[in-house]
């Protein structure tokens, strides 16, 4: 569709664009976001986070070219082996940014209303700038939202205030109940994803892809969403920025956080490097510089540890393990944290204070374990032995209260053999990112051990709570859903 307009139309152009692009989505299925000929373009997508009762945050990033680069090369679609060692670094330019402007049409999803701009609760933000100073991305937050209520919106760019629309993306995404509504709530955690572990090339991980059959209310992802220390290395801002602008150019992995509420945790390599505490370097790229990358390429609120309620059965907390903590080589006891003094206070205060049935505290390490050998992050290991014994007590004592947790590239459900506290490890994104070993299966810990690799997913309904460990890339024949590997049920406990 083409018409022109002369240039004292210029307003009613716009709008008349505007109103097309609108119609032009109707009914569109996934990947199929409309294109101009003309950037600014959506290449790395939409993700909405943060997401509670009445808010919501949109992130986008718009770019110079429709998708990504990947040519630049092979193993952005190939993988790398696990056995293979090398120094290539992070080549720029596989996916530029591009100045302009962004706005947002929102509205509950209405089957009678599938073209966004016909829905009579349609609402339109005002325009806005992307920061060329933050990798041309930009976070909008929608308030006075419905609660338990599943949202389409349509994010449209233009590269100036006198320029037509030229590009639209869309998606979904569902606010989270009332405090008192017992709607059963399904949701999925995952961790730890590298471009050496792409399984579908330009596709990138068919874990997403397969994560949608689970049909989740929202997903969290706890750190690792990318590594700078491996291949290809990142060891500077630019760099740095070139990989998230990869990783999120693939289609599953794009595609789904275009379409599912997602919250985003970090973990070592996407602060900086592995293990890494504040005041390191990595290359160029400084622990301050990470932590200020990852706000930028992630919707993100105030705080990166935060909790959120889904309504009466299920309460989250996410964990902020980087930020906080102490050397690894600093002698254990009382003074070494991981979390720190502000953040273990409020983490107790709040789930001694939640009355949800369900009490999930999600975390990028692992706090039962048991780990592999060598390792010293994490409070399940000896460095970390005094502040992990003080969370294992109080969590412990905490009804219906459990451990999930990511960082580590095997999948596991483990008791602590002397305090109870279970833990749920969710497994790397796949089986190709079982990397660097594991502790083997301990019999004193593990209900459910695998060395391999998926996703975890959990079901809440009022006292029942169901966690599944899927495989990444295989469908039930007779469910038509994700494999699963492993079922744990767990009943909540009503005793005071």
């Known amino acids: 569709m083409s018409i022109r307009f002369s240039s004292g139309n210029a307003r009613l152009h716009a709008c008349f664009q505007s109103a097309c692009i609108l119609i032009l989505a109707s009914g569109l299925g996934w990947g199929q976001d409309q294109h101009s000929s003309s950037a600014p373009y959506f290449g ?48 720029l330019g596989v996916l530029d940014g ?88 399904r949701f999925i955690v995952s961790t730890c994803q590298a471009v050496r572990s792409i399984d579908s090339g330009k596709d990138g991980h068919v874990a997403y892809k397969q994560m949608l059959g689970f049909k989740p209310h929202f997903f969290v992802h706890t750190g690792d969403i990318l590594y700078y220390d491996k291949v290809p290395l990142s060891k500077n801002e630019s760099q740095a920025r070139a990989k998230w602008n990869l990783m999120f150019a693939y289609k599953h992995n794009q595609h789904f956080h275009q379409h599912v509420t997602s919250y985003f945790m970090k973990d070592d390599h996407d602060t900086l490097k592995n293990d890494c505490w504040p005041g390191q370097t990595y290359g160029d790229l400084t622990f301050e510089q990470g932590l200020n990358i990852f706000r930028e390429q992630v919707p993100m609120g105030e705080k990166t540890h935060r909790t959120y309620r889904w309504g009466k ?45 369900f009490k999930f505290v999600i975390t990028p390490g692992p706090i039962v374990g048991p780990d592999k050998k060598g390792k010293a992050d994490n409070h399940s290991n000896a460095n970390f032995a005094f502040e992990g014994q003080e969370l294992r007590d109080f969590l412990s004592q905490q009804k219906n209260t459990f451990v999930i947790c990511g960082d580590r590239h095997w999948q596991y459900c483990s008791k602590d053999p002397k305090t109870g506290l279970l833990e749920l490890g969710c497994g790397p994104i796949n089986d190709e990112h079982k990397f660097g070993g594991n502790p083997g299966r301990k ?29 990444s890339n295989e469908i039930d024949p007779a469910t038509k859903q994700p494999k699963v590997r492993y079922r744990e049920e767990f009943l909540a406990s009503k005793s005071e």
Request: contains cysteine; proline residues 6%.
């Open 44 to 91: 790395n997508g939409a993700k909405v986070g943060e997401v509670d009762q009445t808010s919501a945050i949109v992130w986008t990033r718009l770019t110079k070219q429709p998708q990504a680069n990947f040519g630049l090369l092979p193993i952005f679609t190939e993988g790398l082996p696990s056995n293979a060692r090398s120094k290539i670094e992070m080549p």
């Open 98 to 185: 591009e100045p302009g402007q962004i706005c947002v049409h929102f509205a509950p999803f209405n089957e009678s209303f599938k073209n966004l701009s016909q829905n009579p609760k349609r609402q339109k933000t005002q325009w806005f700038e992307v920061d060329s100073s933050r990798d041309f991305t930009r976070q909008i937050k929608l308030a006075g939202l419905a609660p338990a209520t599943r949202y389409k919106y349509l994010i449209e760019a233009r590269k100036t205030v006198e320029s037509e629309p030229s590009n639209f993306i869309e998606g979904f995404f569902e606010t989270s109940p009332i405090k008192n509504d017992s709607t059963p709530i």
């Open 313 to 357: 059965d299920v309460q989250i907390w996410m964990t902020e393990n980087r930020d906080f903590r102490s050397p690894n080589r600093m002698q254990d006891g009382p003074k070494k944290t991981i979390l720190g003094a502000k953040q273990k206070a409020w983490l107790k205060k709040s789930i001694t204070e939640s009355d949800a049935t």
């Open 443 to 471: 019999t004193e810990f593990h209900r459910y051990f695998s060395g391999k690799g998926g996703f975890l997913g959990i079901t809440v309904k009022e006292d029942n709570a169901t966690a599944e460990w899927f495989t």
